[in-house]
């Protein structure tokens, strides 16, 4: 899978975001994509058939709505002598802002995280996202099972999402007090159950593993040896036996033993965003508990250190919504900038003077601190909410952390 950065993913998931929420009145909202070994010359030709059908569409309206995107597109296109490296998409359309007559023409084009593979002209109400939301998907995917005689979960692993697909229980008897003949015939009998309790667990997760695409691996653990005699019979599909990375040992079965192997398969998996989010939080919150720790957290002491070149790596979480925005004093001309949170933060005074202020600049918070810590050679690491460590970034430090270089 290609590697971005997670400044960009976050910016894309954002864009994607915001472009599925925009309808049109008709089926006039046009997408394209071209591809890197795509000629311009012949995207143009295209796109002035396209015009020409168009005069084709029945409302008036629509026709001529469809035909100004088509003209904005063919406009953009000039522009590039060549698509870049992967490739181009353009969303271009009238969008309705509120009542008749207030739709809007918006534009967007940008050179998407992977390459496009095939050339797509698309008109419809919506814009065509499939393509681009196929790429925010994790590719990598790790099959996962944990075991013992008594029960037996199989989940998978994508990104920073777990999936339980099946919980087992097995009915084999426990311990007994016959002896002699009947000991023996007991034993077998259980080893029996075992076996077939094992055999049920392969068939499971041949079911579920052998149609995943991108399978990269599966980790089998659980309390005991019952895992490695799974492992080593003959329960498995040859090509998901050849996928067993490890085994691992673990105190609990069910949900929380594949919790316990996700944990405690970081080496296995460090490439992993679920994984490398764990650790980067789990840092941060190691330094904090020590007196001269390198971390820090709460905006303005983070905007402090930011400015000083300290932070090395600034942790924002995924969550945050907050705007950042700049002020002005309408009287003397002060300028302040202010996180706004509730409605009341849109209508401070000025300390100086005490007039009221106006808004001269609005930005997202997580782009204001993006754009901070580009200045100051910062690392920026975008943190989920889907992980417990991601959940406390937001709730318990307000959506920012810092690991710092120095303690100024």
């Known amino acids: 899978m290609f590697k971005v950065s997670s400044k960009v993913l976050y910016e894309f998931k954002r864009t994607l975001g915001e472009l599925s929420e925009k309808k049109g009145r008709g089926t006039e909202l046009v997408s394209v994509y071209i591809p890197n070994d795509k000629q311009i010359s012949d995207v143009s030709k295209h796109m002035r058939e396209e015009y020409g059908q168009s005069a084709n569409i029945k409302s008036k309206q629509t026709r001529k709505n469809v035909q100004s995107a088509i003209e904005v597109i063919i406009q953009r296109i000039r522009l590039f002598p060549k698509a ?25 084009v940008f050179e998407p995280p992977e390459a496009i593979q095939t050339y797509t002209y698309h008109c419809n109400s919506e814009f065509y996202l499939e393509p681009l939301q196929y790429m925010m998907d994790t590719k990598e995917v790790y099959g996962i099972a944990v075991l013992d005689r ?15 697909l099946k919980h087992l229980t097995s009915g084999v008897p426990g311990k007994h007090k016959a002896g002699g003949q009947s000991q023996r015939r007991f034993d077998r009998l259980i080893d ?72 405690k398969s970081s080496d296995l998996l460090e490439e992993m965003d679920v994984i490398k989010e764990k650790q980067l939080v789990k840092k941060f919150l190691g330094e904090l508990v020590h007196d001269n720790g390198l971390a820090a957290y709460g ?8 400015e000083m070149g300290a932070v090395d790596t600034l942790l924002i979480s995924e969550g945050l919504e907050h705007d950042g925005q700049y002020l002005k004093c309408v009287n003397c001309g002060t300028k302040l900038q202010v996180t706004i949170k509730t409605k009341d933060d849109e209508k401070l005074i000025c300390d100086k003077c005490g007039e009221p202020t106006t808004i001269s600049q609005a930005k997202k918070l997580v ?29 318990a430090f307000g959506g920012f952390a810092a690991i710092l270089r120095y303690k100024p």
């Open 150 to 164: 008594k029960e037996a979960t199989i989940a998978t692993l994508k990104g920073k999402r777990t999936d339980i």
């Open 192 to 263: 029996l159950a075992a076996h077939e309790f094992k055999k049920r667990i392969g068939d499971h997760m041949n079911e579920a593993f052998l149609d995943i695409e991108d399978l990269k691996g599966i980790i089998i653990g659980g309390p005991g040896h019952t895992k490695e005699e799974f492992i080593k019979g003959d329960y498995l599909n040859y090509k998901l036996q050849d996928l067993v990375i490890s085994s691992i040992d673990t105190s609990y079965t069910g949900e929380f033993g594949i919790k316990e192997i996700i944990d």
């Open 299 to 306: 905006e303005k002491e983070i905007k402090k250190y930011l």
């Open 367 to 395: 782009d204001h601190y993006i754009d901070l810590s580009e200045e100051y050679d910062t690392k920026v690491e975008i943190i989920s909410t889907e992980t417990e460590e991601g959940n406390q970034l937001l709730k």
């Open 84 to 108: 870049p490296e992967n490739g181009l998409v353009l969303f271009v359309g009238m969008i309705p802002k509120g009542g008749p007559g207030t739709e809007k023409m918006e534009t967007y």
